[in-house]
């Protein structure tokens, strides 16, 4: 297991506290991020239906998977056997059968039909038609949204998970580097992701890398603005500029960075904008702390770049932490200028500060830690625009 058993029963505890506060009595969990974070197991297996449900008043969460998945589980997961329970085959892919119909059955089976239960409405790996055959299996249930339930809690990072994310950071950084120093005239796309993603996997100072779930995203400023081009394009050219964005991950856990490479002298508007981007991520970390409000930080970067005659309504940040497909951020209610949070000690966050003008664009990004003071940076590399006439990066 990644973690150890009091720790899985700690978060167990909270996220029964906050079932209670929402007045939710039975919740199933299909994230599988969320599931990972709860019971440990961890298996690519997120293709078909799997369930983790916690009763309020019953100790011990139940599994639901398909029944290739039981050695995973139980090699990767602290719970009991007899909570572990598998549908065969025959409702894999079935018009007839689905995988649903096999969790009503085992809910109406242990007395939990006529209960109140939260659902992730909004995970990927909920479906409409999971929704539809839930309904028609127990009709007397109380159905209430609980998509951001466990998410919120996995806000608030444990001293484990955050030596996860600083492992991660690492890799991270180590793969940061090496993609910078790919980055030439002539040199196409495929051979840079080739040494970033070699990078990722192969980990650093002793421990190991993985594939992240986003892969490396190179984004050229040349004949169109475009965002995260995951297409392998022809060579570069002098005067290009890419956005590069990659992630370190370890134990599913992650930490991304950004920067922005210019080849040769960049123009006057990309060092100006560049500058007032920096100016505001700067601005925006030195205020960061327990007890700030999150529209506080919001209302500093706008102000920094709308006072240099900017403005970017852009997403500013995001939670960052464990994460499985399709992202690595953790899929929170969106943190900006319309949400009252208050930042805490422990949370983590990734800042993806933007600002472009026309066809030029700099972007430059810090996955951060809250700790009971200030704010640090995970990934410790320069902020600043990169220009490749420069040395390579040790």
């Not at 659902?119 to 055959?133: A, G």
């Not at 580097?177 to 192969?202: E, P």
């Not at 599913?252 to 508007?269: A, C, V």
């Not at 005659?309 to 951020?329: A, D, M, P, V």
Request: aromatic share 10%.
């Amino acid at each position: 297991m990644s973690f150890g058993t009091k720790e899985y029963r700690e978060r167990i505890k909270k996220t029964k506290e906050k079932m209670a506060l929402q007045g939710i009595e039975v919740l199933l969990i299909t994230d599988p991020a969320n599931i990972y974070y709860l019971s440990g197991y961890d298996s690519w297996s997120f293709y078909g239906l799997q369930v983790l449900i916690i009763i309020s008043d019953e100790d011990e969460p139940i599994w639901i998977g398909h029944e290739q998945e039981i050695s995973k589980v139980t090699a990767t997961s602290w719970l009991y056997y007899e909570n572990v329970i598998s549908y065969s085959k025959e409702y894999v892919e079935s018009s007839v059968k689905h995988p649903m119909n096999f969790v009503t059955d085992i809910l109406n089976q242990i007395g939990q039909s006529q209960r109140t239960l939260g659902l992730e409405m909004d995970s990927y790996h909920f479906t409409f038609k999971c929704y539809q055959v839930l309904k028609k299996g127990l009709p007397s249930a109380v159905i209430k949204d609980a998509s951001f339930l466990v998410n919120t809690i996995r806000m608030i990072k444990s001293n484990t998970e955050i030596e996860y994310m600083r492992y991660a950071s690492i890799i991270g950084e180590k793969a940061m580097i090496q993609g910078i120093n790919s980055i030439d005239v002539n040199v196409g796309s495929f051979d840079i992701l080739d040494k970033v993603i070699q990078a990722q996997i192969n980990g650093a100072k002793g421990f190991d890398g993985n594939y992240s779930f986003i892969a490396p995203a190179l984004s050229l400023e040349r004949k169109a603005h475009r965002r995260q081009s995951g297409s392998i394009t022809s060579e570069y050219k002098q005067g290009d500029t890419i956005v590069l964005e990659v992630s370190g991950s370890y134990k599913r856990y992650y930490s991304s960075i950004t920067r922005t490479i210019n080849l040769g002298k960049p123009t006057e508007t990309m060092q100006l904008i560049s500058e007032i981007a920096l100016e505001g991520l700067n601005t925006c970390i030195e205020l960061i702390k327990p007890g700030i409000n999150y529209q506080e930080i919001e209302k500093t970067w706008r102000k920094t770049i709308n006072r240099n005659g900017f403005c970017n309504e852009s997403n500013f940040r995001s939670s960052i932490g464990l994460n499985y497909l399709h992202r690595f951020g953790q899929n929170i209610p969106s943190i900006n200028k319309q949400n009252n949070i208050i930042i805490e000690p422990n949370m983590t966050f990734h800042f993806t500060p933007c600002i472009w003008f026309g066809n030029e664009r700099f972007e430059t990004s810090e996955s951060v830690l809250v700790t009971d003071t200030k704010c640090q940076p995970f990934i410790p590399l320069e902020k600043r625009l990169f220009i490749k006439e420069e040395l390579l990066i040790n």
